[in-house]
């Protein structure tokens, strides 16, 4: 069965910072990962996702992230903090040989970006 | 704007009522999912269509649950007979076949008194 973990409830970081947000998946196939950000009282927006091909993924608003098959993880990660990247991120994973499009999303990570 | 549309926003219903939720996604999408999300979870997978073929369905979607797609536009998502736990926010989304991204609508959120 296919699953996701986000290990952070939340995730502090001052303005300027590094951040990184962690997500571990487990499937039985290749793996399809995607990262999403919810605002307040805004729809899920996506930001990057991994298919195949380069393990560094780069999406919007200068987030990347990290495809590491061997530690089954994808890193959400941004150089440089800003307070308007303060939100709710998801990641959500599908088994991508088998043919079903059932999204398993993980239980999300607040960032939160100090000034 | 050509985003994906959810109607109602809000519906407040009393337990043992019917009610009917509408998406209406970005027009040339032929993927359309929906999706239950409840206070500290993430999305929970309900159901997908590809046009209109309901493709897959969550053990989550009880008998109670039915959901359409007519004519692969816009669906509609029913819940007969609500109960408390059936209070969430229902979030649609659709997306192009070949792409995997999916583009997602405000939600509707279920209040059930």
């Known amino acids: 069965a296919q699953s996701v973990a986000q290990p952070e409830d939340q995730v502090n970081v001052a303005e300027g910072n590094p951040l990184t947000v962690k997500c571990t998946y487990s499937?039985?196939?290749?793996?399809?990962l995607f990262w999403y950000v919810q605002y307040p009282n805004r729809g899920l927006q996506f930001l990057l996702k991994y298919i195949t091909g380069d393990n560094l993924v780069k999406g919007s608003y200068g987030f990347e992230a990290e495809f590491n098959k061997s530690q089954t993880s994808f890193h959400l990660k941004k150089p440089s903090a800003l307070v308007s990247d303060s939100a709710l991120y998801f990641c959500?994973?599908?088994?991508?040989?088998?043919?079903?499009?059932?999204?398993?999303f993980g239980t999300g990570t607040r960032l939160k970006v100090l000034a | 704007d050509t985003g994906v549309s959810q109607n109602p926003r809000h519906k407040i219903t009393k337990r043992g009522q019917n009610v009917t939720f509408r998406c209406d996604p970005i027009?040339?999408?032929?993927?359309l999912y929906w999706y239950r999300q409840t206070l500290g979870q993430g999305p929970e997978f309900l159901t997908y269509?590809?046009?209109?073929?309901?493709?897959?369905k969550s053990r989550l979607l009880s008998d109670r649950f039915s959901a359409e797609r007519p004519k692969g536009s816009f669906s509609t998502l029913e819940i007969q007979r609500t109960e408390q736990g059936d209070s969430a926010m229902y979030l649609c989304a659709s997306s192009l076949a070949l792409t995997d991204t999916q583009y997602f609508g405000p939600g509707t959120r279920l209040t059930v008194l």
């Open positions: 027009s040339e999408h032929n993927r």
């Open positions: 959500a994973v599908r088994e991508g040989v088998s043919g079903t499009y059932k999204y398993i």
């Open positions: 499937v039985s196939g290749n793996p399809y």
């Open positions: 269509f590809q046009n209109e073929a309901q493709l897959e």
